[in-house]
C-alpha cells in the first residue's frame, strides 16, 4: 500500500514567479545566442574556405593540406586551463574572455577578407590558423559559460537551442554565404564576393561582442583558482615553444628529406612532378608530426603543466583507455574522409554551381543533419548504446558509396527540381535553379545518417564522462573526436588527386571499416555503459 503520510509530506515544486520565468527565458536566449557565435566561425575556416579557395583555382591537394588550419580545434584543452584560471577585468572572468575573443575574431576575419589566398597563400593559412585559435578558445568560454549559467533543471533544453544556434550560424556562413557568391547573382544586391561575405561576419562577431557585454546574464562571482596557475602558464608556453621547434623543424629539415627521399624511390614513376610534390610534403608533415609531439610532451614533463599532465595520467590509468581512444578517433574517420574535400568535389569534380551546393549541401543538408540526431536519439531509446553506435555506424559507412555513385555517373541521372527565384531580403536568387536528383538524394542520405551517428557518438562520450571520467577528460576526449576531421585533409587531398574521386570515396568507405571491427570488440565494455550502477550487463 502506499504511504499516503510520507506522499503528504512531499515537497510540492514551488510556482516560479514572473520575473523568475523572464530571467530563465533571458538565459535560453542568451545561450542560443553564443550557440550562433559558436557556430560563425568554423565553416569560414572550413567548407566556406574550401569554397572560395576552389573559385580562386587552387588545386585539391593544396586544399586539402589547408584543412590544416583547424589544428587548433583538437588542441584547445592545452589553453583552457588558463582561461578557467585568470579573470579579466571590468566584465568578469567568463564574459570578459567572451568580449576578447570575439573582438579578436571581427579582427581576424577582416585581415583574412583582406588577404589573397592565390597571391599571399601562406599569410592567408596563417591567418586562418589564428581564426581556428580565436574560434576554439571563443569555444572553450562559451561551453563553461553555458555551464555556469544553467540551473541543472534548464540544461537539456538549453543544450538544444545551444545547438540550434549553431547550425543556424551554419547554414548562414555556409550555405547563405553560397548563395550570395553564386555568379548568377552578379550584378544585383546580392552578388558579393567572398571577401566581402568575410567582411560582414566580422562585422557579426563585433556585433556578438557587444551583446556579451551588454546584454547576458551576470553569472554569480566564484573564486579563481590559483593553486597551479604559475605551473600551467610555464607549461603552456613551454609547449607552444616546442611546436614552434616542431614548425621549424618541420619546413627546415624534414620537407628537403620527403623531397629527397621519394625523389629516389619516384623518380622514375609516372607520378606527375607536382604530384610527387605534394606525396613529399605530405611525408615531410608526418616526419615533423612525429618529432613534434614527443617533443612537447617532454616540454610539458619538464616545465611542469600539471592541469594538462594531470589529466592525461587520470584517462590513461582507467582500464581499456586507450581502446576507447582508438575508438573515439576510429567512428568518425570514413565520414571525415568523404567529408573533408565535400565542397571542392561538388563545386569543381561535379560543377555544380555554387547556389545549387548551398542551398542543398549547406541549407537543406544541415536542416536534414538536425532531423537525424533527432531521430537518432528517438532510436536511441529502443536499440540502446551499442546498438545504435553499430547501426548508424554501417548507415554512415554506407553513405560514401552514394558519393561513389555520383563520381561514376555524375549529374543529371536522376530527375531533380527546380528553386525558383526568391527574394527574402537576407537572401536572393536571381534565377531559377535547377538541382540535380542524384546530389539530393545523396546529401539527403549522408547528412541522416551522419546526424544519427553523431547522436550516438556524443551520447558515448557523454557516458564515458559521466560514469568513469571527470568533465575535464570530456574536453579531451571531445578533442580527440575532432582529430579525423582534422588531420585527414591532407591525405585525403593527395589520394583524391592520385586515384580519382571514385577510386577515393571507396577507400574512404572502407576507412570506417576498423572502427567497426573495434566496435564489436569492444562490445561488452560499451554496453556496460547503459547499465545502471549495481546491475550486470547481460551477455550476448
Request: hydrophobic fraction near 55%.
Amino acid at each position: 500500500m502506499p504511504d499516503h503520510a510520507s506522499a503528504a509530506r512531499a515537497p510540492r515544486p514551488v510556482p516560479r514567479t514572473a520575473a523568475q520565468r523572464a530571467a530563465a527565458w533571458h538565459r535560453l536566449l542568451a545561450v542560443t545566442v553564443l550557440g550562433f557565435a559558436s557556430g560563425l566561425p568554423l565553416a569560414l575556416t572550413g567548407q566556406a574556405m574550401q569554397a572560395w579557395l576552389s573559385l580562386e583555382g587552387l588545386d585539391v591537394a593544396t586544399i586539402g593540406f589547408l584543412s590544416l588550419v583547424g589544428l587548433p580545434y583538437t588542441f584547445k584543452f592545452l589553453w583552457a586551463p588558463l582561461m578557467d584560471r585568470f579573470e579579466l577585468p571590468l566584465l568578469g572572468r567568463r564574459r570578459g574572455w567572451l568580449v576578447l575573443t570575439q573582438l579578436a575574431l571581427a579582427g581576424v576575419l577582416y585581415a583574412l577578407a583582406s588577404t589573397s589566398p592565390s597571391d599571399a597563400l601562406r599569410t592567408f593559412a596563417l591567418l586562418a590558423v589564428l581564426t581556428a585559435f580565436v574560434s576554439a578558445s571563443q569555444d572553450v568560454v562559451i561551453d563553461a559559460y553555458r555551464t555556469d549559467l544553467l540551473p541543472p533543471a534548464e540544461r537539456g533544453l538549453g543544450s538544444s537551442l545551444n545547438v540550434l544556434g549553431y547550425r543556424l550560424a551554419m547554414i548562414v556562413s555556409g550555405g547563405v554565404a553560397l548563395i550570395w557568391t553564386d555568379p548568377s547573382n552578379a550584378g544585383t544586391a546580392f552578388g558579393w564576393t567572398w571577401p566581402q561575405v568575410y567582411k560582414l561576419m566580422a562585422l557579426l562577431m563585433l556585433v556578438a561582442a557587444g551583446c556579451s557585454a551588454l546584454l547576458l546574464p551576470r553569472l554569480r562571482h566564484a573564486p579563481v583558482p590559483r593553486t597551479v596557475a604559475r605551473h600551467d602558464l610555464i607549461g603552456f608556453g613551454a609547449v607552444v615553444l616546442a611546436v614552434v621547434v616542431g614548425v621549424l623543424f618541420t619546413d627546415r629539415l624534414a620537407n628537403p628529406f620527403a623531397r629527397w627521399l621519394l625523389g629516389l624511390v619516384l623518380g622514375g614513376s609516372g607520378l606527375p612532378p607536382a604530384l610527387q610534390g605534394k606525396w613529399a610534403e605530405l611525408l615531410g608533415l608526418l616526419i615533423g608530426i612525429g618529432f613534434t609531439l614527443p617533443l612537447a610532451a617532454w616540454a610539458a614533463r619538464r616545465a611542469r603543466f600539471e592541469t594538462l599532465l594531470s589529466g592525461l595520467q587520470s584517462y590513461f590509468s582507467q582500464p581499456g583507455a586507450g581502446a576507447f581512444l582508438a575508438f573515439i578517433v576510429l567512428y568518425k574517420l570514413g565520414d571525415a574522409f568523404a567529408g573533408s574535400l565535400m565542397t571542392p568535389f561538388l563545386l569543381k569534380a561535379m560543377a555544380y554551381s555554387p547556389a545549387e551546393v548551398g542551398v542543398v549541401n549547406k541549407v537543406i543538408g544541415l536542416w536534414l543533419t538536425i532531423g537525424g540526431a533527432l531521430l537518432g536519439g528517438a532510436l536511441m531509446l529502443k536499440l540502446g548504446l551499442w546498438r545504435s553506435l553499430l547501426l548508424f555506424g554501417v548507415l554512415q559507412m554506407g553513405s560514401n558509396l552514394g558519393f561513389w555513385w555520383l563520381a561514376v555517373n555524375g549529374a543529371g541521372v536522376m530527375p531533380g527540381l527546380t528553386i525558383p527565384v526568391f527574394d527574402w531580403g537576407f537572401v536572393h536568387l536571381a534565377q531559377a535553379t535547377p538541382v540535380d536528383g542524384g546530389l539530393l538524394m545523396v546529401i539527403a542520405f549522408e547528412n541522416l545518417s551522419g546526424g544519427m551517428g553523431t547522436a550516438a557518438f556524443v551520447a558515448f562520450l557523454m557516458s564515458l564522462c559521466n560514469q568513469r571520467f571527470t568533465a575535464t577528460q570530456f574536453a579531451l576526449l571531445s578533442a580527440f573526436a575532432s582529430v579525423g576531421r582534422v588531420w585527414v585533409g591532407p591525405l585525403a587531398g593527395v589520394l583524391a588527386e592520385s586515384i580519382g574521386w571514385p577510386t577515393f570515396f571507396l577507400v574512404s568507405t572502407l576507412a570506417a571499416l576498423p572502427a567497426l571491427g573495434m566496435l564489436w570488440a569492444l562490445r561488452g565494455s560499451i554496453r556496460a555503459l547503459e547499465v545502471p550502477p549495481g546491475q550486470v550487463a547481460a551477455d550476448d
